[in-house]
């Protein structure tokens, strides 16, 4: 069973950065697919980026050209580095990882963004 700890959070103003990390209790170097959803409050959690193990990644349209995800095999982590952050982007970020065809998740972190 993979464990996945988010941490990075927190409050930012508008036009502001932050970069989120998901730590993984094992090495995440054999996972192909790994990524970050979010969920807003009485909206349904949705796809933010994902990445599998070549590299490849994909976007949700509404944070294209600023969020960036990447994956650091050797420190088992998972990252999503966000720009041009704005209050739309505000929610409980989690990230997950498919193994074996089962997903496991972590237990989300809180993006506030203010106006």
């Known amino acids: 069973q993979v464990q996945l700890v988010e941490s990075g959070g927190g409050l930012v103003q508008a036009g502001g950065s932050l970069r989120l990390s998901c730590a993984a209790s094992?090495?995440?170097?054999?996972?192909?697919?790994m990524g970050w959803y979010r969920q807003a409050p009485g909206k349904q959690r949705e796809l933010v980026a994902a990445?599998?193990?070549?590299?490849?990644?994909n976007y949700a349209d509404s944070v294209k050209g600023r969020f960036t995800i990447s994956r650091d095999n050797a420190n088992n982590t998972v990252y999503l580095q966000m720009n041009s952050l704005n209050p739309e982007d505000t929610a409980v970020y989690y990230c997950?990882?498919?193994?074996?065809?089962?997903?496991?998740w972590g237990q989300g972190t809180q993006l506030t963004v203010s106006s």
């Open positions: 094992e090495s995440i170097f054999s996972i192909n697919a």
């Open positions: 990445i599998i193990r070549t590299g490849t990644s």
């Open positions: 997950y990882v498919d193994k074996f065809g089962r997903r496991y």
